[in-house]
């Protein structure tokens, strides 16, 4: 009896699971359609091509206020932007002064993401920003604490523009005892974390961000 049936069960597994591989063909990829494209930041080096006027192309650096002036559409901020929304825009203010203007927008070479730690740490110094990093993380890419390092009282350091930077305070030690590691901080690219020794005086919530060199030192990334 069984050796009747075996023929018609494999038959629908095989149904069951050519339709599977059929559907799940036919299934668009969803992460490659929603994954965000990239906006430009201060550092970028951006082109500009005229097709039928070219004594207007121009190379570009953002800088740090994440403004650039341009040929013919003057002062734009393009930090932000992507470059299908800076090409728009480009044509739209050039077409004032030239007619239906073809224009090319290239990005040529891009400020690498990255985050500084610095202070009680074995290894300090500027790391590589690809994926998602909490503060933890960026200790351990550091080495890990040194013994003198107050666990408890971690600093990242984030600019908010040109002349402010906030500062985040965060308890490690606490989130390592508790096992709570959902509630790190997770950086963004240009964050900067301070692990300072036992006793550090106290640090304001925002500070301008010239005063950021009298905890980092801006060539070796280590704490003064």
Known sequence: MNVKRLPIRLLLILLLTLAGMRAFAQTPDLTLQTRPRYALRAG?????????TPEYNQTVTIQPDGFVNLNIVGDMRLAGMTLDQVHALVVERASARLNKPEVTVTLKEFEHPYIVV???????????????????????????FKEEAQQSDIYVFRRVNGDLAEVH????HKLRTSKDLERDLTLEPGDMVLVPPNKLAHISRFIKATNLSLYFDPLAYTLR
């Open 118 to 144: 610095a202070g009680e740490v074995d290894k300090p110094g500027r790391f590589d920003f690809y994926e998602k990093t909490t503060a933890m993380q960026a200790v351990l890419l550091a080495g890990g």
């Open 44 to 52: 970028d080096t951006v082109t500009f091509d005229y097709r039928y």
């Open 169 to 172: 305070k965060i308890n490690l």
